[in-house]
């Protein structure tokens, strides 16, 4: 196999029908420290990985999302294109893209410099 642009996780979106039991959950039973408290979702630090725990329905779009960095993301869009997964139209720019993996779940991909 090729070599591999690298990518590191930044941040990922979980859904919940009840945002208090599962900020409950990734808080205190894990030990996630909050970085962030809306009325509709909450952000907490995992690792220098950001989660963010979603209220089931106030997206237009209830799914997962993964969010990584490159450093080469003109690099990488090309070389996720040539394996079979092109970037989305309607979400990509010079700094992001998004593609679907094989279940349909998103994976964005941003600019490694945004942060």
């Known amino acids: 196999m090729a070599d591999h642009i690298p990518v590191s996780?930044?941040?990922a979106t979980v859904r919940t029908r009840d945002l208090a039991k599962a900020r409950s959950f990734y808080e205190e039973?894990?030990?996630l420290r909050l970085?962030?408290?809306?009325?509709?979702?909450?952000?907490?630090?995992?690792?220098?990985t950001q989660l963010c725990v979603d209220l089931a329905g106030h997206e237009s779009e209830d799914e997962p999302m993964l969010i990584f960095e490159a450093t080469?993301?003109?690099g990488l869009r090309e070389q996720l294109t040539q394996r079979g997964y092109p970037a989305m139209s309607g979400f990509q720019s010079n700094r992001a893209f998004m593609v679907r993996d094989p279940d349909g779940v998103p994976v964005v991909f941003e600019a490694a410099d945004e942060f």
């Open 9 to 11: 996780l930044r941040f």
């Open 29 to 31: 039973a894990l030990g």
């Open 35 to 48: 970085t962030r408290e809306e009325q509709e979702y909450v952000q907490l630090d995992a690792g220098g």
């Open 72 to 74: 080469d993301l003109p």
